[in-house]
């Protein structure tokens, strides 16, 4: 079975501050693909960032980006100029290919970090 | 695009009770999925489907059931509510043919169960 550890269950930054939030995960896959999700107060899902195993590039998206280190088997979240809008909980979550000998991945998740950004 | 929706927002149920929750995407995805979510847990997934008739059991399938007669439908059924089962409930649903793209949530359903 994977699993996706988040050792910080609660984070807080100042505004215009850069924040690190730390993911783990266990697998013996080769090819993989890992995501961040937000969840603000509203309760909605909403992709922060994804990377896939195979490209040794970090991603980017804007204030958003990773660190991956693949053979320690980390993938934290930097946020930076932290805006009080990015005050939720954050979940990391990890997806083989195929499972079941479906080609549909499953996605599993951490149990997430809440991030508050004050004034 | 409505996307992913979920119906109700917000149910209680008495011990016993059955009741369904409804999710229908109009994106034409192949792959849908229900997660609950609890304090400290994380997601966790309940059911999944690949495609129309075709279903399987995730990491917590007990006390659920659920069909996928349609592409655009998969609700998930509670037969006789439990205390247990009081969580937030998420639909979420992904292209059949790319496996690496992310998924699309609803916007929750949050189960209390007395």
């Known amino acids: 079975a994977q699993t996706v550890t988040q050792s910080q269950p609660e984070m807080s930054v100042q505004e215009a501050e850069t924040v690190t939030l730390s993911c783990t995960y266990d697998?013996?896959?080769?090819?993989?693909?890992l995501f961040w999700y937000k969840q603000p107060p509203s309760r909605q899902m909403i992709l922060v960032i994804r990377?896939?195993?195979?490209?040794?590039q970090n991603a980017t998206e804007n204030r958003f980006s990773v660190n991956f280190q693949k053979a320690a088997k980390s993938f934290s979240l930097k946020i930076s100029d932290s805006q009080l809008g990015d005050t939720a909980m954050y979940f990391c979550?990890?997806?083989?290919?195929?499972?079941?000998?479906?080609?549909?991945?499953?996605?599993?998740f951490g149990r997430g970090t809440q991030l508050t950004v004050w004034p | 695009n409505a996307g992913v929706t979920q119906t109700p927002k917000f149910q209680v149920l008495k011990t016993g009770q059955s009741m369904t929750l409804q999710c229908a995407q109009d994106?034409?995805?192949?792959?849908m999925s229900w997660y609950r979510q609890d304090p400290g847990m994380g997601l966790r997934l309940i059911h999944y489907?690949?495609?129309?008739?075709?279903?399987d059991q995730g990491e917590v399938p007990n006390g659920y059931n659920v069909s996928r007669s349609t592409t655009e439908d998969f609700p998930l059924r509670l037969l006789s509510a439990a205390p247990s089962q009081t969580s937030v409930y998420f639909c979420?649903?992904?292209?059949?043919?790319?496996?690496?793209?992310?998924?699309?949530f609803g916007n929750g359903t949050r189960l209390t169960v007395t």
């Open positions: 979420a649903s992904r292209p059949g043919d790319r496996y690496n793209s992310p998924l699309h």
């Open positions: 697998t013996s896959e080769s090819n993989y693909y």
């Open positions: 990377q896939e195993a195979y490209k040794q």
């Open positions: 979550a990890f997806m083989k290919p195929a499972d079941r000998g479906s080609t549909l991945g499953r996605l599993y």
């Open positions: 994106m034409n995805h192949e792959y």
């Open positions: 489907s690949v495609g129309a008739g075709i279903t």
